[in-house]
């Protein structure tokens, strides 16, 4: 089956520093892949839609300027989360659509821990 | 505005117990619905994918319906069990293609 592969599983960094957060297709392309953030106890919002060789779509309220999205292959793309503040520690998860099967099923992550101290 | 509800926020039944899920929604302009379960500080795991086409999907012990003209969707969990605890979230594709989560409904069954 369709595997997603996120990288790191977690990750401490301090205040003002920038952390990237990697998002691999394993065993198919994926044309679009989906960056969410999780607050504790709280369901997962989508922050952007990023396809391959083009910009991201941001939703409404994500600086686009402080998550940076890069989309540079059919199999990876990376978010990155620039000057880092303690109000941007959450859990990170990125999805994939697995362009084989008509874009039917979506792909998760094992998502990312991320805590800014 | 598509808007996704699920009931019960928590749910605490003992082991062994039959129970149900919902989630409701209130467009009923979807692709396609999605169960998932998320364990403490981990990913997603997809339980069912129902297309809009179809009415209910089975895997194991889970049967999941889909009714798009009441925006409602059901999770059967039948004999649960201790390792069914988790937080299961239900999840639309939309006509925009866009997944939207549900709040999820937190399980704890009871030894």
């Known amino acids: 089956g369709a595997v997603v592969s996120q990288h790191p599983s977690w990750v401490i960094c301090k205040s003002g520093t920038s952390v990237k957060i990697e998002c691999r297709s394993l065993?198919?392309?994926?044309?679009?892949m989906f960056w969410y953030r999780q607050f504790p106890k709280q369901s997962l919002m989508l922050m952007a839609t990023s396809n391959e060789g083009s910009k991201a779509t941001y939703e409404q309220g994500v600086e686009k300027d402080k998550f940076l999205i890069n989309h540079a292959s059919l199999t990876l793309s990376t978010l990155t989360v620039t000057s880092a503040h303690p109000e941007d520690s959450s859990f990170y998860i990125c999805?994939?659509?697995?362009?084989?099967?008509?874009?039917?099923?979506?792909?998760f992550g094992s998502g990312t821990r991320l805590t800014v101290v | 505005k598509q808007e996704v509800t699920q009931i019960p926020a928590a749910l605490s039944v003992p082991e062994g117990e039959n129970l149900v899920l919902n989630c409701s929604f209130t467009?009923?302009?979807?692709?396609?619905l999605q169960w998932f379960r998320q364990d403490p500080g981990k990913g997603l795991t997809s339980l069912l994918l129902i297309q809009s086409s179809q009415r209910e999907q089975t895997s194991g012990r889970l049967n999941a319906s889909l009714d798009k003209s009441s925006g409602r969707s059901t999770l059967y969990i039948a004999a649960s069990q201790p390792g069914d605890s988790a937080t299961y979230l239900c999840a639309l594709k939309t006509s925009y293609d866009k997944v939207i989560f549900g709040p999820g409904t937190s399980l704890s069954v009871i030894p």
């Open positions: 065993d198919f392309q994926a044309t679009t």
């Open positions: 467009d009923s302009a979807i692709y396609n």
């Open positions: 999805s994939a659509r697995d362009r084989s099967r008509g874009g039917y099923g979506y792909t």
